[in-house]
C-alpha cells in the first residue's frame, strides 16, 4: 500500500480515471495501450514521478527508455518540472545502451573502446562495389544494401541464416543481389568495420547483449542500476530490443510497457506490434492492463475520421476506438485535383488564405507518403512566400542518439533565430508530432497506400500509417489527391481506399 502524501497526490491531479489508474500502478508488470492523444506522455511521467516521490522506487535505479532524442528529452523536461531529480535516466534504448557498455567496457577488453562508424552508406557502397568487383552500383543501392543489413541485425538473423530465411519468406535481397552473395558483403562490411576498430548503429545493442550474456560481473553491474523500467513506444520494438530488454530485466518484474498497436508503422525496419500483443502471456500475471482510449488532442471529426480508417481492419480487435472529448469543429475536408502540381499549389495556397486570416505558420503541417511528393510542395509554398522546414524520413530509429529529423531551420530556432514555418513532413517523420492544422496529400491509390497491395500485412502497415497522419490533426484535417501525376499523364488515380 503507497503512502499519498500532499506533494505526491498533486502529481497525479487532473488526470482522468484510466490515466489515474495507469499513474498508480507501481509495481509488477503493467501494460498500457494508449491511443493517439491520450495523454500518454503526461501519464507515463506522472507514473514515474509519483513512485519516486512516495518512495516506493528508487529515482537512481529508475530508467525510462524511448524511441528518439526528442521523445527521450520532453520526457526529462516533464519529469523535471513535475519535482523528479536528476537521477532518474530517460534516454533511448541506444543511449542507455551505449552507456552501460562505456561504464564496463575497461574490466572486459583493454583495446580502446571502439567508436560508431560516421558514414555507413559509404563503407557499405565500398564493400559491395569489392565484393562484386564493380562499379555498378548507385547510393540508392547502397542506402538499400545497408538498410537490408541493418533488418539482419535487429530481426536477430545470423548472416548464415540470411538465405534461408529469404527463401522461406520469399525476402528479396537489395541491389539485384543473390542471398549468397548479399552474405558475402555482410560478411565483408563486418571484417572492414573490425579492422578499423568501428562499430555501427546496431552493434551497440548486440554488444550489450553479448556482454549480459556471457559476461556475469558486469551483467550484474548493469542490472543493479535497474530496479524498475518504462519502455515508450512498445509497439515499435524489435526482436533486438526485446532481447536486450529482456536481459536488463533478468527475471525483475518491475516493468511497465506503454505503446498503441494502431500506430505500428515500421515493420520494414523490424519493428512489431507482437511483443505489445503479447506482453499479458510473456510477463503473466499482470498487475495491471489499462487502456487509454481518450482522445484529448483531436475534434470528433478528426476522431471519427481516424476510427474510420481503421474499422476495416483485418485485425481490428487489436485496435482502440477513440472516444473524443473535445466539442466541435469543422468538417474533415476532402478534394481532389487535376494534378500534382495543382494540388500542390491549392494546399500552399489554402495555407497562406488562413496565415493571412491569423493563424500561425507554425501550426501547419503538410504531410505525405514519401519523400519524392516534397519538391512540388516546396515550390508551391515558396511561391505564397511562406517559410518552412522540411522533415524527411532519415531510416527507422536513426534518431537515437542524434536527431536527423532536425534540420538546420529548426535548430535555430531552438537557439531563438528565425520565425517558425509549416512543416513539410513525410507521416513516418511526423509521428509523435501534432498540429492544430494538417493537409495529408497524395490520398490515392498507389500512393496511399503505397503500391496498392492486396489484403494482407503491407496493406495493414499502410492503413496504419494513414491513421497516424489522420491523428497528427488538432483541428482541422484536409485529405486530397491528384487525379493525374501531370497534364501529360494518361494515367488516372483513383481516391484511397482509405478515404
Partial sequence: MVTMDSSAEAIVQGLDDAQLAAATALHGPVRIIAGAGAGKTRTVTRRIAYACATGAWDPSR???????????????????????SGEVSASTFHS??????????????????????????RSVDWCLRRVMNTDQ???????????????????????????????????????????ERFVDVIEEYEREKTARGEIDFD???????????????????IRSGIGWLTVDEYQDVSPLQHRLLSLWLNGNREVCVVGDPAQTIYSFAGASSYDLLGFADEFAPLSA???????????????????????????????????????????????????????????????????????????????????AQHRLVCRALDGQGLRYRVRRDSGWQHSALYDEGQSKQDA????????????????HAAKGLEFRHVFVIGCSEGLLPFGSPGPGEPLEEERRLMYVGVTRAEDTLHLSYARRKDPSSAMLRTPSRFL
Avoid at 541493418?150 to 548472416?159: C, D, G, M, Q
Avoid at 533565430?417 to 513539410?424: D, E, N, Q, S, W
Fill in 62 to 84: 529508475t530508467l525510462a527508455v524511448t524511441f528518439s532524442v526528442k521523445a527521450s528529452a520532453e520526457m526529462r523536461a516533464r519529469l523535471g518540472s513535475l519535482g523528479v
Fill in 96 to 121: 542507455a545502451a551505449l552507456q552501460q557498455l562505456h561504464e564496463v567496457w575497461p574490466d572486459i577488453c583493454e583495446a580502446p573502446f571502439p567508436h560508431l562508424i560516421r558514414e555507413p552508406v
Fill in 137 to 179: 552500383f548507385a547510393d540508392a543501392q547502397s542506402r538499400a544494401v545497408l538498410a537490408e543489413i541493418n533488418w539482419t541485425k535487429v530481426s536477430l538473423i545470423a548472416p548464415s541464416d540470411y538465405p534461408r530465411v529469404c527463401s522461406a519468406t520469399h525476402r528479396q535481397p537489395p541491389a539485384g543481389l543473390e542471398p
Fill in 203 to 221: 552493434d551497440i545493442l548486440l554488444l550489450a547483449c553479448h556482454i549480459l550474456d556471457d559476461f556475469e560481473e558486469e551483467a550484474a553491474r
Fill in 289 to 371: 492492463d489499462i487502456d487509454l482510449g481518450v482522445d484529448y488532442r483531436s475534434t470528433p471529426q478528426v476522431v471519427s475520421c481516424a476510427n474510420r480508417v481503421l474499422a476495416a481492419a483485418e485485425n481490428r480487435e487489436d485496435y482502440l476506438r477513440l472516444t473524443a472529448v473535445r466539442s466541435g469543429g469543422p468538417r474533415v475536408s476532402k478534394t481532389t485535383y487535376d494534378d500534382d502540381e495543382q494540388e500542390a499549389q491549392g494546399v500552399a495556397l489554402r495555407i497562406a488564405r488562413m496565415i493571412a486570416q491569423g493563424a500561425n505558420p507554425a501550426d501547419f503541417a503538410v504531410l505525405t507518403r514519401i519523400n
Fill in 412 to 427: 535555430l530556432q531552438a537557439l531563438g533565430i528565425g520565425a517558425p514555418g509549416v512543416t513539410l513532413s513525410t507521416i
